[in-house]
């Protein structure tokens, strides 16, 4: 996330074409005025000319999302995605105030040049003021006011609608790699409430109250209906979804998951692994989750997929690791409601999962009228980060398909 505070800016009928849009030209200003509020923010407007450092435009970008209108407000954010010797580039976001939705975005490039023209030095106080360079190219993160909450979520591109459930103990950042395949579609990743960055209330940790949450996100996403895609855990949260919202889902894609309850040895792994973070905290559980993740030749192969779901799961609020453990516990079974689901269907499964059977991923996919059933290869119980073009390409075709 960028270290600065964003800026709003209202939108003026002076911003405006005839239609009342937010005009190209006008967009290139706006941008230009939030950088300036943001160094008025932090190191003043005069930090080039205090370094003797004259910052110019050497390329920018500006692709256009979705209208603004006079009397809208914009929030825009700025972030460092590149710091060279003599040059650097920001990235930025203007995003409609009242409801997140990403209206447009610039990628600005600029050299420093002295008082004679000749390139320089990028001053330490830019550095300072925009951070460093982070690892993902960022910008889509938000956090969404929603039944008391604050939500985050990364939401991406324009399009059709594909909302992505994380799996359990993981946050929306599982998605990154496959979301970044499905150009053309509105992709929208957010953590659970007691996940990732989303807020970790005491209670309320339920599969209804999860899939409460995603409806109202969609709402103030101002999204009607989706394609709902669940790993695992987020896929029961997903069967919650369509059995309380059925307007909200035009397609499912169910990963790597299943729709029976706990068996009695289940729950009792469950209880287990509440006594670990309870005593522990989320670390507890890292161990011990980590090699029933991934199909054998993944935790050798992809050193950084490993690292990047050791790190969520060490990270993932306690608070929250225990709600959803609570809450998988406590749900029902789904079984009987499976010939019910009117909605295109893609289940997908890992071949090498080790916590949910091949032969139970195809029940699930038989039992779902006129459902797909896709089988990776070279996948355990994380397909979609183990495999994420080849899943992308399936998931793209079942879009393609159904819209
Ligand atoms: C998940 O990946 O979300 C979990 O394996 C779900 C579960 O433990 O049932």
Not at 166 to 190: E, K, N, S
Request: charged share 20%.
């Amino acid at each position: 996330m960028s270290p600065v505070a964003p800026v709003d800016i209202p939108v003026f009928p002076d911003d405006c074409d005839a239609y009342g849009h937010v005009n190209n030209a006008a967009f290139v200003r706006m941008f230009e005025r939030a950088r300036w509020e943001a160094l008025r923010a932090g190191p003043g407007v005069d930090v080039f000319q205090r370094h003797g450092v004259a910052p110019v435009v050497r390329r920018a970008t500006v692709e256009f999302h979705a209208p603004a209108h006079p009397g809208q407000v914009l929030r825009f954010d700025v972030t460092l995605v590149h710091l060279g010797r003599t040059s650097f580039s920001l990235h930025q976001t203007a995003r409609r105030a009242d409801d997140g939705v990403l209206v447009a975005e610039a990628d600005m490039v600029f050299v420093c040049l002295d008082g004679q023209d000749r390139p320089t030095e990028v001053p330490a106080a830019i550095r300072q003021h925009f951070g460093t360079r982070p690892s993902v190219r960022p910008g889509m993160l938000q956090h969404y006011s929603v039944r008391g909450l604050a939500l985050t979520a990364d939401v991406l591109g324009d399009g059709p609608a594909i909302l992505f459930i994380h799996g359990f103990p993981l946050d929306r950042t599982m998605w990154r790699h496959l979301a970044a395949t499905l150009t053309g579609w509105r992709r929208i990743a957010p953590d659970l409430r007691g996940a990732g960055l989303s807020d970790v209330p005491d209670g309320g940790y339920s599969m209804t109250e999860y899939a409460d949450d995603l409806a109202a996100l969609l709402d103030v996403l101002r999204v009607e209906s989706t394609v709902v895609c669940g790993l695992s855990m987020g896929a029961y949260v997903a069967f919650a979804l369509l059995r309380r919202h059925p307007g909200k889902v035009r397609g499912l894609v169910l990963a790597n998951t299943r729709a029976e309850a706990d068996t009695p040895e289940g729950l009792k792994g469950r209880d287990e692994m509440i006594a670990l973070v309870e005593g522990g905290g989320s670390e507890a559980i890292v161990e011990r989750l980590m090699p029933k993740l991934f199909a054998p030749s993944s935790l050798t192969a992809m050193p950084q997929v490993v690292e990047h779901v050791r790190t969520m799961i060490a990270n993932s609020p306690p608070r929250g690791v225990i709600g959803a453990l609570e809450a998988m516990k406590a749900r029902d079974d789904q079984t009987a409601f499976l010939p019910e689901i009117n909605v295109p269907t893609l289940v997908i499964a890992g071949r090498e999962d080790q916590l949910i059977s091949n032969d139970r991923s195809k029940a699930l996919a038989d039992a779902i009228p006129e459902a797909q059933f896709t089988l990776i290869p070279e996948a355990g119980h994380l397909t979609p980060m183990e495999q994420p073009i080849a899943t992308g390409r399936v998931i793209g075709e079942f879009l393609e398909a159904i819209s």
